[in-house]
């Protein structure tokens, strides 16, 4: 057929063409945008991961996954039968039972969960990873995936989690710097065949981060309400800092087995991606925000990529070969390993210098979020519920439940 058409174009002239008159007279200049427009689009879009691997039978824990570039992973991955455990901050909500439900569905993958781990409180992550590391044998672990994280908008005023944290910092690193931590004897006590491999969310707002100071947790500093960016941004590059001495320390641990460590983490920047927390940052959290938001969306649909293009690198950092074969503490983005970094990437004194006070802050803080904690608690039990516990922790013959009432059976 398009033989046929072509040959009569090529005999007959293009006056057979339909519409030719309008194409002669529009064509000049609509071709050239139509044309720009598509290469922009192309351009924009990124790369593509062209590496593939069989998934079925690993087991990864994610974090972000019910929404954007972890939405997208999680799909990804569950499409090909990886084990997926979805830290999510509440289980009890009825959207996330029937999210699941639909993945399980979709997918054709029953090996879906959700756990209870809420990353604004390093209590929430300790008490996932306790549960975690309390299996016996240990549970397979073949990457944690770290794509939570908290963006809020220019103009909003500071908000403190739980532990009395700034949230950028408390989700984007502490978090992760606390999960990561934890898990760490899960990570090394896998089989030394098996790649295990981390992932952790950058993004390039930490270009636009100042440099890191004393004040490691913004307690001192005024929180830049015009500038969220900076914030996040020196969130992120904690996090990379981390990443960096978290993989120094993995490499430096002697496995039992001799064998060489099978563990790599590293960072991914997705690029820009039109995802809820994109979305809510544009239109600054407002109505008004969100209705200029859909009216230039042709602009956003330009320039930014979509979740399935934003997810690619970290496709790459699950499947492609390379990772296991090269250094851990790389950033990938657009499928590559990144060359040019900011220099405190390259700062090994620095970087455990951040590691080893964020280890301390971190020992600090939930030490004051436990005190807290039992304050409230206390105020809010009655006194027959106070006798009865105490009564259950003295009892020796009832198994403990924390830490705490181990400590208090042991004495
Ligand atoms: N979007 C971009 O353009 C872009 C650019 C560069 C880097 N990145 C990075 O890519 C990653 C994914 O970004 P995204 O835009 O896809 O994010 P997103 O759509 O806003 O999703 C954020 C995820 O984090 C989870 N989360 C937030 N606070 C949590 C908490 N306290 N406990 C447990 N989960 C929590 C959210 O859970 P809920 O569903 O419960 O809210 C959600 O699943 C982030 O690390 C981001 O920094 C994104």
Not at 28 to 53: D, H, M, Q
Not at 160 to 177: F, P, Q
Request: aromatic letters at 10%; one cysteine or more.
């Amino acid at each position: 057929m398009p033989v046929d058409f072509l040959t009569s174009v090529f005999f007959d002239g293009p006056e057979i063409i339909p519409y030719w008159d309008e194409i002669k007279h529009y064509g000049p200049t609509v071709i050239p945008i139509i044309s720009t427009i598509a290469g922009l689009k192309y351009y924009f879009r990124g790369s593509t991961n062209i590496w593939e691997r069989d998934l079925h039978g690993k087991v990864y824990i994610i974090t972000g996954g019910t929404s954007g570039i972890g939405q997208q992973i999680v799909n990804e991955l569950g499409h090909r039968g990886a084990q997926l455990i979805l830290l999510a901050r509440n289980t009890n909500d009825l959207w996330l039972a029937e999210y699941i439900e639909d993945l399980r569905d979709g997918l054709n993958n029953n090996l879906i969960y959700a756990e209870q781990c809420n990353l604004s409180s390093l209590y929430s992550i300790r008490k996932f990873a306790t549960k975690w590391l309390d299996n016996q044998p240990p549970r397979r672990l073949d990457g944690v995936i770290c794509c939570a994280a908290e963006c809020i908008p220019r103009g909003k005023q500071r908000v403190n989690t739980v532990d009395g944290v700034e949230s950028h910092i408390a989700i984007n690193y502490l978090a992760n710097y606390h999960l990561l931590t934890l898990l760490e004897p899960s990570l090394k006590v896998q089989p030394p065949d098996r790649d295990v491999r981390v992932l952790i969310a950058t993004c390039s707002s930490i270009n636009l981060s100042d440099k890191i100071d004393s004040d490691l947790l913004w307690e001192k500093k005024q929180y830049p309400s015009q500038q969220p960016w900076k914030i996040y941004g020196y969130s992120k590059l904690l996090v990379g800092l981390f990443a960096k001495e978290f993989q120094n320390r993995l490499d430096q641990y002697e496995r039992k087995d001799k064998s060489p460590c099978n563990i790599r983490v590293n960072l991914v920047n997705p690029g820009l991606v039109r995802t809820p927390s994109t979305r809510r940052f544009i239109s600054m959290g407002s109505i008004l925000g969100l209705f200029l938001y859909l009216l230039f969306f042709p602009i956003w649909w330009l320039f930014l990529k979509s979740v399935f293009q934003g997810a690619q690198s970290f496709y790459f950092g699950i499947m492609a070969p390379i990772i296991m074969k090269i250094e851990g503490g790389q950033i990938i983005q657009e499928c590559k390993i990144q060359t040019k970094v900011r220099k405190e990437f390259d700062d090994a004194v620095l970087q455990k210098e951040v590691f080893d006070k964020t280890e301390k802050l971190i020992a600090e803080i939930e030490k004051k979020s436990a005190i807290n904690r039992k304050k409230i608690e206390l105020q809010t039990k009655t006194k027959e519920e106070l006798i009865k516990e105490e009564q259950r922790k003295k009892n020796l013959n009832v198994k403990p439940e924390t830490n705490e009432e181990l400590e208090y059976k042991l004495q």
